[in-house]
């Protein structure tokens, strides 16, 4: 297996023939997870109502689906901490974290989880925001990015919360400035159009009004007055990796840090794309699982970029204790 730089008693894996092992590895999780765990649906909402049967929700196809997309993310997620010097070597670190904090609660995968389309929207805008720190004409792709956040709405409403965190987002990297926020808004407005010219036209494919309800029912915290025991375990699950990035973000106001200033600008996204997920999670708690991917792969960033310079067997004990954390958890999730 192929290998990056040596940190006293660990070596960072970097060939993709370890991406491979690691990705197969969570397949096995997901396949014996479905033996064991039973598996419980996840409802949600988009601004076209489609309306699928429940058993498909938690079939074969749904799982597959599940998995292909996160997948699919590993590799994204691996760009961005590359691309962008969230780690100093080509690590799979980002790729590892994802994959436990996903496979390690079998709920994010065992019924067809459209937080991993939200997970998809927001690390592809991510992307193309990170691209855009130290240009000059930026104007096209924060419309993309935005454009793309609006049309995942189509299919999980709940997205548009992170439409003002990617405004901060652009004032973070410094690109925010009246003719980016103007082409921002244009592509708000484009997607605004586009929905009521097909109602206009007879096209009665979009639910505002639902999706109204949904948004509310999130700001007015309604989930509180049918809050379950259940969910409040469902939260105990995000302390681990909490304490990860809580320490890096601690240790890192009293350090001398020498990173570039870009990787400090991505890595105080990172953190607020972790922060306004957790704010959603506690203000809409019966749809954590909707969440989690977009949780887990900021988190991911953040904690791969924390261990990304193991220099003592302390840190290298850390980081085993929390591996056996969340080992430990899956197991008692599929029991």
Known sequence: ME????YGAIKVPTSLVSHIICIFAAVAMVVIASIYFTPEVEYFKGIVPILFPEEWLVSNMAITINIVIMILLTFVISSIANKYSLTTLLSLFPSLFFILLQCCK????QSFNIGLIGATAVLVATYYLFESYGRRY????VYNTTLILCAT?????KIIFFIPLFWIGMAQINILSVKSACASLLAIATAVFIFWASSYLGWECFDFNSSWEEIKSVILLEDYNSINRKSLYDILYLIP????VGIYNFT???ADSHEKISTKRYVQFLNSVLMTTLLLIAFNPLNINSYMPIFNSSAALLAAHYFNSIKSKGKLRFLYLIILIYITTY????L
């Open 3 to 6: 290998s990056g730089r040596e």
């Open 106 to 109: 079998p709920a994010i995968l």
């Open 138 to 141: 930026v104007e096209s792709m």
């Open 153 to 157: 709405a189509i299919l999980w409403d």
């Open 241 to 244: 990796i909490l304490i990860v």
């Open 252 to 254: 890192n106001l009293y």
């Open 331 to 334: 197991i008692v999730w599929i």
